[in-house]
C-alpha cells in the first residue's frame, strides 16, 4: 500500500442498505483491505460505518460502499474524516 498514514472516517449509508447483507459485505472488504471499525444498523434504516487505515484502503472501500451487495441500492453516501482512535478489528452490530 502507498499510504500507510492512519485514516480514519465515518460514512453514513442510506438507502436499502438494511436486510440485504450491507454489514457483512462491508466487513468482509474491510477484512480483505486491512481496515479495522464497524458497520451496523441506524433506527432510520441506514447503515454507520466507521473505518480506521491506510488511505489508499479507504478509498477502496468508499467506493464499495456506494455499489453494495447485491440486492442493495445506496441512494446516498456521506462520508466525514475523524480523528484516528483504537480500534481492534471489524465488527458488525
Known sequence: MQDQKCVSAKALVEGRVQGVGFRNF???HA???????YAKNLSDGGVEVLM??????LQKLKSRLSSGPPGSFVE???WQVVE??????????
Open 26 to 28: 462491508v466487513r468482509n
Open 31 to 37: 477484512i480483505e483491505l486491512g481496515v479495522s471499525g
Open 52 to 57: 480506521q487505515g491506510p488511505s489508499d484502503a
Open 76 to 78: 446516498h453516501l456521506e
Open 84 to 93: 484516528c482512535g483504537p480500534l481492534d478489528g471489524f465488527k458488525t452490530g
